[in-house]
């Protein structure tokens, strides 16, 4: 049984459908991303996921369990952890205060997350808008394992960060997937998500028009050029 099933999975804003019937799984340990272009879907699809936005059909299962009508909380409750775009930290709120915000009991405590991440346990107590772009990621990935997920969420891992922390980054969720965590993440670098991810799910105008494995979207050079502009 898949941890995350998404099935026929179809919305939108108001009248104007975004999603037409996507199907894609995450299992227990695994990596996923889903790739595009921009406006094609991904960041709705992960909106639908979460109770964001309204199902119109089709269905979300975590571990088993039909979420597409629960409330968003219920779906963190449920093992759903969120690094949004955007980081979207509290800024009145220090790196400790954000990280303890959600805490939920588990594995992910602040000793845990600043192993993962020491530059937190330097600025715990700076401010969150004191922080550069790069560590308020580090401290949106850190509040979203403060929860405890069962399956962790990334939209837009790396956008707007220098490469020596996007590298960092990558190597963080390199480590995650190491010790056992499943990643579902948007990114546009393609080949940096290839070296960790197991599998790809491309998203073309709200639809799946190719999913495989890391072996076979390197094998398949026509995706990357037709779905990626790569």
Not at 43 to 61: E, K, M, Q, S
Not at 69 to 77: E, S
Request: charged content about 20%; hydrophobic content about 45%; some cysteine.
């Amino acid at each position: 049984m898949s941890l995350l099933s998404v099935e026929g999975l179809q919305a939108g804003y108001g009248a104007a459908r975004v999603l037409f019937g996507l199907d894609f799984a995450v299992g227990q340990g695994e990596a996923v991303t889903l790739l595009g272009r921009n406006g094609m879907g991904k960041t709705t699809t992960l909106r639908a996921v979460f109770g964001l936005i309204p199902v119109t059909a089709g269905r979300v299962l975590l571990n088993g369990q039909d979420m597409t009508r629960a409330a968003p909380h219920l779906r963190a409750k449920a093992g759903l952890g969120l690094v949004p775009e955007g980081r979207q930290i509290f800024p009145t709120l220090t790196v400790e205060e954000n990280l303890l915000a959600t805490a939920r009991p588990g594995r992910w405590d602040l000793a845990a997350v600043h192993a993962l991440f020491p530059r937190l346990a330097e600025r715990r107590r700076n401010m969150g808008d004191q922080l550069s772009g790069g560590e308020q990621q580090m401290l949106a990935i850190g509040r979203a394992l403060m929860t405890n997920p069962r399956l962790i969420v990334l939209d837009e891992a790396t956008e707007g960060l220098a490469p020596l922390i996007r590298d960092e980054i990558w190597a963080c969720l390199a480590r995650l997937k190491a010790e056992g965590e499943a990643i579902l993440v948007i990114d546009k670098n393609v080949d940096a998500l290839a070296r960790f991810a197991d599998r790809h799910v491309v998203i073309e105008r709200g639809r799946v028009v190719w999913t495989g494995t890391t072996a076979a979207l390197m094998a398949t050079p026509a995706v990357k050029e037709r779905y990626l502009n790569v």
